[in-house]
């Protein structure tokens, strides 16, 4: 495992989605792997941490997902824009070198056999919480988060530090058509409160 990823305790693993990031879904099942990208994906719940996710029912990784009952949402960065891109419009049903032609390379942390996409700015790995009504009616998964890991060069002390890292460890945020926004400045309010509280 890449020597900057660093694990964050799962009561702050809410906040490596709050601020509203493009993902990278990933599943495994019976040997197959695949990744796609989701712009629909929040934290819900706080303890046990929850997450949301949209996967259509078109989408090869929904069966992976359905097929193990686990998936992977992973926060990818400015310097993975294309990769993004690609993980979102090409399919594996259509392309079965899909990783390869996305430029994906995938790594695992032990205890878990969902695969995680390298060179992500966080990783989230979620056990799914049936809700067969929703999943088919709504195509919306829930997973409680049972593992969650940041890249400690932008991620410390239970918050993003984007201003401070580099660049292109900065998360994105789809709009359309192939255009992303980089996350821009911080900007603090006067909450009242201590920094580590939500």
């Not at 509203?20 to 197959?32: I, Y």
């Not at 929850?50 to 090869?60: F, G």
């Not at 998936?71 to 891109?85: D, E, H, I």
């Not at 192939?178 to 909450?191: C, N, P, R, V, W």
């Amino acid at each position: 495992m890449n020597e900057h990823i660093v694990p964050v305790p799962l009561e702050k693993s809410y906040r490596l989605l709050n601020h509203g990031p493009t993902v990278l879904v990933s599943a495994t099942h019976e040997g197959v792997d695949n990744v796609m990208s989701a712009a629909w994906s929040c934290a819900l719940d706080f303890s046990p941490p929850k997450v949301t996710v949209v996967l259509d029912k078109a989408t090869s990784t929904r069966g992976l997902v359905e097929g193990s009952g686990y998936f992977a949402l992973q926060v990818p960065n400015l310097g993975q824009v294309q990769l993004t891109y690609d993980a979102g419009n090409i399919s594996l049903a259509d392309a079965p070198d899909k990783l390869k032609q996305c430029g994906i390379e995938l790594f695992r942390v032990e205890a878990w056999d969902t695969p995680l996409v390298s060179g992500c700015s966080a990783w989230l790995i979620c056990k799914v919480i049936p809700e067969p009504h929703i999943q088919q009616t709504y195509d919306l998964f829930i997973g409680e988060v049972v593992g969650a890991w940041a890249d400690g060069r932008v991620f410390r002390n239970g918050h993003w530090e984007f201003d401070q890292a580099d660049p292109r460890l900065r998360s994105l945020h789809y709009v359309a058509g192939g255009q992303f926004y980089a996350i821009g400045e911080s900007a603090l309010a006067d909450t009242g409160k201590a920094a580590d509280q939500p």
